[in-house]
């Protein structure tokens, strides 16, 4: 990077960011590097900004479910693996398939 982009770069960035140095896999990198090349990112930056805010809303989110679940379940009793299993299967008998087909039932596979 030259030293007129740093500056830039740093200029550009508002007073509420914080510079972070972190050591990621390969991959990420790579995939935050597409995002900006296809014009989905602005910077690796953002693209890491938007992922960690992802993050953090979809944390809150389990939270408030888990909360939801305690409520529930001190309200009316534990839910059951049985009965988790019973409305996954309503579930999938209830869904819309927007692709493909239903998979046909599961077979035993003879040995």
């Given at each position: 990077m030259?030293?007129?982009?740093?500056?830039?770069?740093?200029?550009s960035?508002?007073a509420?960011?914080?510079?972070?140095?972190?050591?990621?896999d390969?991959?990420?990198?790579?995939?935050?590097?597409r995002?900006?090349?296809?014009g989905?990112?602005?910077?690796?930056?953002?693209?890491?900004?938007?992922?960690?805010?992802?993050?953090?809303r979809?944390?809150?989110?389990?939270?408030?479910?888990?909360?939801?679940?305690?409520?529930?379940?001190?309200?009316?009793?534990?839910i059951?693996?049985e009965?988790?299993?019973?409305?996954?299967?309503?579930?999938?008998e209830?869904?819309?398939?927007?692709?493909?087909?239903r998979p046909?039932?599961?077979?035993?596979k003879?040995?």
């Open positions: 030259r030293a007129s982009s740093y500056v830039y770069y740093h200029q960035m508002s509420k960011k914080q510079r972070l140095t972190v050591t990621v390969p991959e990420f990198v790579e995939a935050g590097q995002a900006v090349s296809s989905e990112a602005d910077s690796l930056s953002g693209w890491v900004s938007a992922a960690l805010e992802d993050r953090i979809r944390d809150r989110k389990l939270a408030l479910l888990a909360v939801a679940v305690a409520d529930f379940e001190n309200e009316f009793g534990e059951s693996t009965e988790i299993a019973a409305q996954r299967r309503a579930d999938r209830g869904a819309t398939v927007v692709r493909g087909r046909a039932a599961s077979k035993a003879s040995a």
